[in-house]
């Protein structure tokens, strides 16, 4: 699922990384960091300690801000 939401935030041309086995992005000027589960997506903010889980990769994407069109 992480693997999934990679290649979609970089079809919306927001160059995620990779620090360990987290994602790392920058939507907005806010960082996200996401980690993988089997079947879920948590993601936090430096600013955040709990971090949100999400079922769908699109919920992810929508708390992140990133719009669900191609174009983000």
Do not use: C, K, N
């Amino acid at each position: 699922m992480l693997q999934g939401l990679y290649a979609l935030l970089v079809l919306r041309r927001l160059d995620p990384r990779w620090v360990g086995a987290e994602l790392h992005v920058d939507v907005h000027g806010r960082r996200f960091m996401i980690r993988g589960g089997p079947d879920s997506l948590s993601v936090r903010t430096l600013a955040t300690t709990a971090p949100v889980t999400f079922d769908d990769p699109d919920d992810a994407l929508a708390a992140m801000g990133v719009g669900l069109d191609a174009t983000g």
